[in-house]
């Protein structure tokens, strides 16, 4: 695996948690402009930070060297098709249950008039 290979994957990963540079500096302990020169592959990146940024990262090194882009993308795609079948039922479900209030209105709607049919003229 190439050098380039293993700061693309990082900065993918990076992104995918929605880290900013910013932050991987700090948790670095190296200014963000030195940062960026390690993603750029302008610094070299020893094991033991390759270490550390899979810690921050919340993945192992292995995870790091074998990021695989496209699996990424197709894992994603189901959990996207997943979502939106999630997505239909949890609208199915909410028309049912604002059916069934609508339902509960007009029921109590229509035991009142009846009790106020049965005031005005007595019992049916």
């Known amino acids: 695996m190439t050098s380039y290979a293993i700061k693309n994957n990082i900065k993918s990963i990076r992104e995918l948690n929605n880290y900013t540079q910013y932050y991987m500096a700090e948790e670095l302990g190296i200014t963000q402009a030195g940062y960026c020169k390690l993603e750029k592959g302008k610094t070299d990146l020893s094991f033991a930070k390759l270490?550390?940024?899979?810690?921050?990262?919340e993945c192992t090194v292995?995870?790091?060297?074998?990021f695989d882009h496209k699996g990424y993308v197709n894992s994603f795609?189901?959990?996207k098709n997943n979502e939106s079948i999630h997505h239909q039922n949890s609208n199915v479900m909410k028309l049912y249950e604002d059916k069934i209030q609508l339902?509960?209105?007009?029921?109590?709607?229509t035991d009142l008039e009846l009790k106020l049919y049965k005031t005005?003229?007595?019992?049916?």
């Open 51 to 57: 270490e550390k940024i899979a810690q921050i990262l």
């Open 62 to 66: 292995e995870t790091i060297l074998n």
């Open 77 to 79: 795609k189901q959990v």
């Open 103 to 109: 339902l509960e209105l007009l029921l109590n709607k």
């Open 120 to 124: 005005k003229y007595g019992r049916l």
